[in-house]
Each structure stands twice: as C-alpha cells, then as structure tokens.
C-alpha cells in the first residue's frame, strides 16, 4: 500500500470503521511509516475533541432550543382548539348539503315506471261523455269508497 | 406553520347554500293549470293468488269490486301536463292513451281520454275529478285477463 492510498483510509476511518481486509492493510502500512502512523494519531484524536465541542454548544443553545420548541408546541395545540371547536356555521354546513342530497334524490327518482303505491284521497269523479266505435261501455259506481269504473266490453269478449 | 384557511370554512356552507338554490329553481314549479297525470297498468287475471304491494291502499278495493285472483301492476307512467296538452301513455298489448286537461275550476281537473288499440278507438271520455281523485278502466283483454287503468290526476 503506498502513502496516498493509506491517507485516504485514514480519512475514511474517521468518518467509520473499515472493513477487515482494508483495516488490516492499513495497520501493516502504519506499521512501517511514521509519516502515515502520525497522520493517523492526529486525526483520531479529532474526533473525540469535534464530539466534546459539539456537546458544549449544544449546552450553550439549550434554553434557545427549548424556547423554540415551546413555540412550536404552542403552535400545535392551538390548531387543534381550533380543528375542535369549529364555528357554528360549520357546525351545522351539512344541514343544507343533506337537502340538497334529498331534492336530488326526488328530482332523479325513478320516474319510467313508478312503484310507489297508489294513496288516492279521493273517487269523486264525473264522467261527461263516455264513448267507443268499437266496443260497450258500462260506467260502475259502486259508492263513494270505491272509485268509479269505466268498462270496456270488447266483442262481447270480457 | 400552516395555519387552517378560515375562508374554506366559510365557503362550504356557502357552496351548500349555493347548490340548494341551484336545485330548487330547478325543480319546475307545479303551475295550477298544470296537472299530474298518472296511469298505472293491471294485469288481473285468474292465474296465481298474488295483489301486487305496489297497488297501495286501491289494492283491497279492486278486490271486492273485481272477481279475479291475482293482480300485477306493469307498468306505471306519470306526465305534468298543462291544460291543452296532450300526453301519449304507452299502455300494454301496444295500446295507447291519450290525455289532455282541459279547462277547469278550482281544485277540479278535467281530462280528455282515449284509449286506442292500433286504429281502434276502444274509449272517448271526458272526467271531471279532484286533485289526488281516482278512477279505473277496465276490459281490454290482456293475455289470460284483462288490463284495468288506474288513472289519477293531481
């Protein structure tokens, strides 16, 4: 292994482990060069001292992010007062949306054949004129809770 | 953060408002010279013990008036029609009913009707009846019975 290919490994043992095989390539490198065993101290030990910085400012920015998250917190709760307690207006929204769903509902009612059952509220009926080239007719009235009939007597058929 | 639009809110209901409004001048306005004419078609016959539920409340009056078993609504037609207006009813066994409101008072109708089987007028007749009144027809032959109208207006 030449120099340049063992700062590149030491570079990418800081960023993790390396395999097996390149880790124990490295180590037999390091053995026989101090120039590259010296790189590889210095930037070991990098790495602690980055970790130890970080926690540090982490410490110092600690009442800022707690403040901010408090915000944000604040944020969240008051959409869902808000998403709990909707305005009367759209509390009650679908009241005029369900009839819209009825009149829609009798407007496209089936209307070829209908089978909603006959309620007549009344069989007051008079017959003006009643008359046929073809046939007999007969008018039946059977009193006023039956309706009328007109019978059609077909060449003494029926 | 995003917050809830509050005009999307407001809007719906509005939308619903809107829509109903639409639906309603939509809906033709029963006019009082315009009449709802309304033909249901009977199969009576003696084949089976069966009254058809769609016959409603007429049902236990066409069987004390008629001796036949069984009884099949086929078909039913209503038509708004306005006074003048004829409207054709297709009736089985490729009859036809004409009928036309003629002039009336009050809450009385009164129908012209006939009833043609091909060229054959079976029945000419004029009605005077009631809003919501009823009358039947009755004889033309239809397969193993007889067809009987019930013919309302409203």
């Known amino acids: ?24 390539e490295l180590a037999g490198h390091l053995a026989g060069c101090p120039a590259c065993a010296s790189e590889d101290a210095a930037v070991s030990a990098t790495g602690p001292v980055l970790r130890a910085l970080t926690g540090i400012r982490a410490m110092e920015k600690a009442p800022a992010l707690d403040a901010m998250w408090t915000r944000v917190r604040a944020g969240i709760e008051e959409g869902r007062e808000a998403r709990r307690r909707p305005s009367w207006i759209a509390r009650w929204a ?18 070829g054949t209908d089978r909603s059952p006959f309620h007549p509220r009344t069989f007051d009926v008079a017959v ?31 | 953060m995003p917050k809830p639009d509050p005009r999307g809110r407001a809007g719906a209901p509005a939308l619903s408002f809107l829509l109903l409004l639409l639906l309603l001048a939509a809906v033709p306005s029963e006019a009082a010279d315009t009449v709802s004419v309304d033909v249901g078609s009977v199969y009576a016959s003696n084949e089976g013990t069966s009254i058809d539920p769609a016959l409603g409340t007429i ?41 036309t409101p003629l002039p009336s008072r009050g809450d009385n ?30 004889g033309p032959s239809h397969q193993a019975g007889v067809l009987i109208l019930i013919i309302s207006a409203e």
């Open chain 1, 1 to 24: 292994m030449d120099c340049r290919t063992a700062r590149a490994r030491i570079e990418g043992k800081a960023d993790g482990p390396l395999p097996r095989e390149a880790a124990a």
């Open chain 1, 94 to 111: 679908w009241i005029p949306a369900a009839v819209a769903l009825a009149v829609l509902a009798l407007l496209y009612y089936p209307a």
């Open chain 1, 128 to 158: 003006e004129d009643v008359e046929s080239e073809v046939a007999t007719v007969a008018l039946v009235d059977k009193g006023e809770d039956l309706p009328r009939v007109i019978w059609i007597i077909e060449d003494a058929k029926t």
């Open chain 2, 59 to 99: 049902r236990e009056k066409l069987h004390s008036m008629f001796n036949y078993t069984s009884y099949r609504m086929l078909d039913r037609k209503r038509r708004s029609l306005s006074v003048g207006e004829a409207g054709e009813f297709e009736l089985p066994g490729r009859r036809t009913m004409r009928a």
């Open chain 2, 109 to 138: 109708v009164r129908l012209s009707i006939q009833i043609s089987d091909g060229p054959r007028k079976l029945l000419t007749t004029t009605l005077g009846l009631r809003r919501g009144g009823m009358v039947l027809v009755g």
